[in-house]
Structure formats: structure tokens, C-alpha cells
């Protein structure tokens, strides 16, 4: 099993749609959780922390679940500009998931 | 506000070249990290610096070398290019450990022909 694991995509969705991605991991041990964003061709850029109790950036919602391995995002009202791949990031050993790719259809 | 530096951004070498990516970063973190990216890998952990002083291999180090040459610069050396090497390379620093997220460079494209 992958130390972390994440649904490559495509997400293909509606503007104004509501979108959820997971990410399981597979060491019980991790402490600390990431969600990047990554666009075409550039460089990972922070999205949001994961903490234990789940927290909130707007449109972005992050949760996780310890007992089951996995941490999620959830975009609301999807807008074109959140078009990109998201990275899931556990950061035991530092360890990237392979990303989601998100495409938000006009 | 520069953040990490990577250079060059692009290069092309030949089979068996030797080149050194350079890495730098002006945010006085700890730990620094060498990434490759190739289509439908994710980011692969090359080698990593926890602190000035130590480096440690990640998941794919054949074929490179590092150098943490101070807290701000950690260099990858590919000695003798190989096609397979072929990916854009990121560099990332982070404060240290615990939770904190890491700050990435631009990337360099590199092509082994």
C-alpha cells in the first residue's frame, strides 16, 4: 500500500458545484497534514493546513479522520480559477500524494 | 520577498553530462528538500537536509548528489546525466520539523537527450 494515496482524476465539474477530494494515508503515526495546490507546469503552493478538528478558508474546507486514515477537501461554489491539481501532503516522512486534478466547466 | 531560488530554470544536457541544480532560500528554514515531478508520479523526495550539516536519501536518490552548503543552499548534482532523469525539479525549504508546510521554488525543466 502507498503511504499516501489520492483519486488522480479528472474531476470534471459545474461553476458553482460542490466538490470533495479524499486522501488516505497509511502510517497511523503522522502528525501533520497539507493540502497544496498546484497549477500547470508551476511549482506546489500551500492551500491549507489539516487540523484535527477540521477548519475552514472560505470555500475550502478541510477535514480529517484519524481513525480511518484519510484526510478530505471540499471546494464549495467551484469557480473556474480552481481549476488546477491538489496535492495531499502527510508529512510524517513528507510524503506527497500524486495530486487531483480539478477541472471547473464553464 | 524571494523565497526559494532555484537555478537555472531550464537546461538541456546530453547523455553522461554532469550539472549542478542550484537551491536557495532567504526564510532562515532548517530543512531543505530536492523533488522531481514526472507526468503521473507526483513529487518523488530525492534527498532532503534536515538540518546544516546532514543530508539523507529519499525515495528515488540514485543517480544524484547533494550539498548543503549552509543553512541557505543545498545544491543537486546529477554526474552523469542519464535520460531518465529527464523531469522538472523543485526544491522546497521548510522551518523545521513538526507541523509546518513547506515553500517551494519555481521548478528547473531539465532534458537529457
Known amino acids: 500500500r502507498k503511504e499516501v494515496e489520492q483519486d488522480p482524476g479528472p474531476f470534471n465539474v459545474p461553476e458553482g458545484a460542490t466538490v470533495a477530494f479524499n486522501c488516505t494515508y497509511s502510517?497511523?503515526?503522522?502528525?501533520?497534514f497539507f493540502w497544496y495546490r498546484q497549477d500547470c507546469r508551476k511549482e506546489p503552493k500551500l492551500l491549507m493546513s489539516?487540523?484535527?478538528s477540521g477548519n475552514e478558508d472560505g470555500r475550502f474546507t478541510a477535514q480529517l479522520n484519524r481513525a480511518s486514515q484519510y484526510i478530505s477537501l471540499l471546494i464549495r461554489d467551484s469557480k473556474l480559477s480552481d481549476s488546477a491539481t491538489y496535492l495531499c501532503?502527510?508529512?510524517?516522512?513528507?510524503?506527497f500524494g500524486i495530486g487531483t486534478k480539478l477541472q471547473v466547466i464553464p | 520577498n524571494a523565497g526559494v531560488t532555484q537555478t537555472p530554470k531550464f537546461q538541456v544536457l546530453k547523455t553522461g553530462q554532469s550539472m549542478t541544480l542550484q537551491c536557495a532560500q532567504d526564510?532562515?528554514?532548517?530543512?531543505m528538500y530536492w523533488y522531481r515531478q514526472d507526468p503521473g508520479m507526483g513529487l518523488r523526495l530525492i534527498y532532503y537536509?534536515?538540518?546544516?550539516?546532514?543530508?539523507d536519501k529519499g525515495e528515488v536518490p540514485n543517480g544524484y548528489n547533494v550539498s548543503r552548503l549552509n543553512k541557505r543552499e543545498f545544491s543537486l548534482r546529477l554526474e552523469s546525466a542519464a535520460p531518465s532523469q529527464t523531469s522538472v525539479y523543485f526544491c522546497?525549504?521548510?522551518?523545521?520539523?513538526?507541523?509546518?508546510?513547506?515553500?517551494f521554488g519555481d521548478g528547473t525543466r531539465l532534458s537529457i537527450l
Open positions: 522546497a525549504s521548510r522551518a523545521g520539523t513538526g507541523p509546518q508546510p513547506q515553500h
Open positions: 502510517n497511523s503515526a503522522s502528525q501533520s
Open positions: 489539516v487540523y484535527s
Open positions: 501532503v502527510v508529512n510524517q516522512k513528507v510524503t
Open positions: 526564510m532562515n528554514h532548517n530543512s
Open positions: 537536509s534536515a538540518s546544516e550539516g546532514t543530508t
